[in-house]
């Protein structure tokens, strides 16, 4: 059973579809990173996961109970956009705003367990600073009251749309610490969408890639690792004969013919071997090199744009034939 499933979701704005179509699986104890460019309909899937917008179309289950329009699930957490915060009000009482409204027994003891568990309490621990209305807090403590408030009434989901943004190197890294730490002890399944995809390769579990309101891949961690493996490129002086003697003397391997003639090898391929196959047949090696993808690369590939790079007269290190080799799903 998945923690959040889409299936065929649909959101249109005055004729224009937004959401199209979108198949979304986030396994429950998953962190799931979110992709894509802006408008790609992030942040607008994340609104209907959370009711705050009904479909056009499509179903939306969370713990496998389907979701009717614009119903919120209990099970859900969220941080859309920016902090809902209450500028004049401090941290605490903010967080027992939100908590009193969720008929939460006890709300002063569980405000403060938010405020310990995000590293609030730190940042508050006189009662000149625990008065301190929030409006004067720093983008990261900020952020850090936004995911209080998400997780009062200690949900089984967290939705983040862009977290990270405007924070600096610290406070990001505090921010993505406090997520896997969530995670680990907590069991709490997170969906996070952000731009900045260093952060995400280094916590999330899963991925999945929003193209035009329509899910490219989903793939896990590891299928990413294997698709940005690395490889050999061949260039020589016959490849369409290159190509042919390893295939045939090397079958595991996959092939692909990028442009320029340039032949790229996948898969267990010994560079030793792969020069002596081709010059005891005559087959002169000009260029035969070791390179390793990027997963930027490969997101920009599968978000569409590769053309826009090339476009711009950026060097693209996309490819345009799609290799032998299976990816995941």
């Known amino acids: 059973m998945h923690a959040i499933e889409t299936a ?68 859900v957490g969220s941080l859309i956009e920016a902090p809902g915060i209450y ?25 403060a367990e938010l405020l310990e568990t995000v590293g ?6 006189g009662a000149s600073r625990a008065r301190e209305k929030a409006k004067r807090f720093s983008m990261g403590m900020k952020q850090r009251l936004g995911l209080a408030l998400a997780l009062a009434g200690n949900p089984d989901i967290l939705l983040l749309d862009e977290p990270l943004n405007g924070l600096d190197p610290e406070g990001a890294r505090n921010l993505r610490e406090l997520i896997v730490r969530l995670n680990r002890e907590r069991g709490v399944t997170v969906l996070i969408s952000s731009h900045i995809l260093d952060q995400l390769e280094r916590i999330c579990t899963r ?44 079958p595991e391997l996959d092939l692909t013919v990028l442009p320029g003639d340039v032949i790229k090898i996948e898969g267990p391929a010994d560079q030793a071997l792969i020069g002596e196959i081709l010059m005891s047949e005559g087959v002169a090696v000009t260029d035969l090199h070791r390179t390793e993808r990027d997963a930027e690369s490969f997101f920009v590939e599968l978000m569409g744009g590769a053309e826009e ?21």
Not at 120 to 125: D, F, K, T, Y
Not at 216 to 222: G, K, P, Q, V, Y
């Open 8 to 75: 065929g979701l649909v959101k249109s704005f005055r004729g224009r579809r937004v959401i199209r179509d979108l198949n979304l699986h986030v396994g429950r104890g998953d962190i799931y990173g979110f992709i894509g460019k802006n408008g790609s309909g992030k942040s607008t899937t994340m609104k209907l996961i959370c009711g705050l917008m009904p479909a056009t179309a499509g179903e939306i289950r969370v713990m496998g109970q389907p979701l009717a329009p614009c119903e919120a699930s209990p099970l």
């Open 87 to 111: 500028p004049n009000l401090s941290a605490f009482d903010n967080l027992m705003v939100k908590a009193l409204a969720l008929g939460i027994v006890d709300a002063r003891a569980h405000a």
């Open 120 to 125: 609030l309490n730190a940042h508050v621990p």
């Open 207 to 250: 991925y999945g890639v929003i193209a035009d309101g329509h899910m490219a891949r989903e793939l896990t961690a590891e299928e990413l690792d294997a698709a940005c493996a690395s490889c050999l490129e061949l260039a020589c002086s016959e490849p369409a004969r290159a190509l042919a003697l390893i295939d045939e003397r090397c």
């Open 309 to 329: 790079r090339t476009a711009t007269g950026a060097t693209s290190a996309s490819n345009p034939q799609r290799p032998r080799r299976p990816f995941g799903r």
